[in-house]
C-alpha cells in the first residue's frame, strides 16, 4: 500500500505567532479537534514547542479518545523538525506504519496562512479508505475550529 497524502490551508486574521503558540500548545490542540478526538499528555505540559524534547526521539505517548472517551488509537509524538512557524511530526502510531504531519504557520498581511500536510500508510493497506476519510475530515475539522477561533482573512 502506497502512502496517501493531501493538505489543508486557511487564511486566518490573526498574527502568525498568536496562531503558533495556540497550535503548539495542548489545550490548542485538543481545541482543533474537538468535538472529533482528544489527545492525552503527560500532566504539566502546556506547549509542545516549549518542551525543548531532543529531536528524532519520542517526546510522549499520547492516546487519541474517540469523543475524548474511547481509546481508538496512539500517537508516540515525535518532532523531526520543530522551530518558530513550522514542525514536522514522524511519529509511530498503533494503526499507521507511516504518519508524517508538517505544520507551517507563515505571516501573510494583517494575518497569517496555516497550512497541513498529511503523509499516511495504514498497516493494514485495505483500511486506506476509510483512514483517509477519517484524516480529511479530522482535519477540516481542525481548521474550521482555528477559522472560528482566530477568523478568516480577507482575500
Known sequence: MSPFGFEVSSRLAAP??????????????????????????????????????????????????????????????TF?????????????????????????????GAGCVVTDRIRSAPRLGALAPVFAAVFHLAFRLRHLNLRRRFGMLAP
Not at 502546556?46 to 475524548?68: H, K, N, Q
Not at 523531526?80 to 501573510?108: C, D, I, K, N, Y
Request: charged share 25%; aromatic share 8%.
Open 80 to 108: 523531526v523538525e520543530l522551530g518558530p512557524g513550522r514542525f514536522l511530526e514522524r511519529s509511530p502510531m498503533l494503526t499507521q506504519r507511516l504518519w508524517e504531519h508538517e505544520r507551517t504557520v507563515a505571516p501573510s
Open 16 to 77: 502568525a505567532d498568536t496562531v503558533w503558540r495556540h497550535a503548539t500548545s495542548i489545550r490548542g490542540v485538543n481545541a482543533e479537534l474537538f468535538p472529533l478526538v482528544r489527545m492525552t499528555h503527560p500532566r504539566g505540559l502546556d506547549s509542545l514547542a516549549e518542551r525543548g524534547a531532543p529531536l528524532g526521539t519520542r517526546v510522549f505517548r499520547s492516546w487519541i479518545l474517540l469523543f475524548g472517551l474511547v481509546p481508538i488509537d496512539y500517537d508516540d509524538l
